[in-house]
């Protein structure tokens, strides 16, 4: 199944012009590991879900979660994620932005491979 580098789909987020996106995410990424910073309090999801990511080094990307609380700065350790399908990417694209759960009620990623 191909994949898309998280660059790459923050690329074509833009271009849509899509989700209110601000210019400080350099990508995006499927994560379930994931931990708060400053309590370092483990927030993993059981399936994986849609991340923004707005920095990375070595063994993190740090950003948030797409669907969710909101908490900002969050820790995905890269053993974790993986890149978005191609399908999971036109869900995205197809996505309009919301306060709360998306209005199909369903994530973008599919839990089904």
Do not use: W
Not at 11 to 32: F, S
Not at 35 to 58: C, F, L, Q
Not at 74 to 101: D, I, Y
């Amino acid at each position: 199944m191909a994949t898309v580098a998280p660059a790459e789909v923050m690329r074509r987020i833009r271009v849509a012009g899509g989700l209110g996106i601000i210019g400080k995410y350099i990508g995006v990424i499927a994560a379930t590991k994931a931990y708060h910073p400053g309590s370092e309090t483990d927030i993993s999801r059981k399936a994986p879900a849609i991340a923004m990511v707005e920095a990375e080094n070595e063994e993190f990307y740090t950003g948030k979660f797409l669907e969710g609380f909101g908490l900002l700065h969050v820790q995905f350790p890269k053993s974790g994620c993986r890149e978005l399908t191609e399908e999971e990417v036109k869900r995205l694209l197809q996505t309009e932005a919301t306060v709360g759960p998306f209005p199909s009620g369903e994530s973008i990623i599919a839990l089904e491979r």
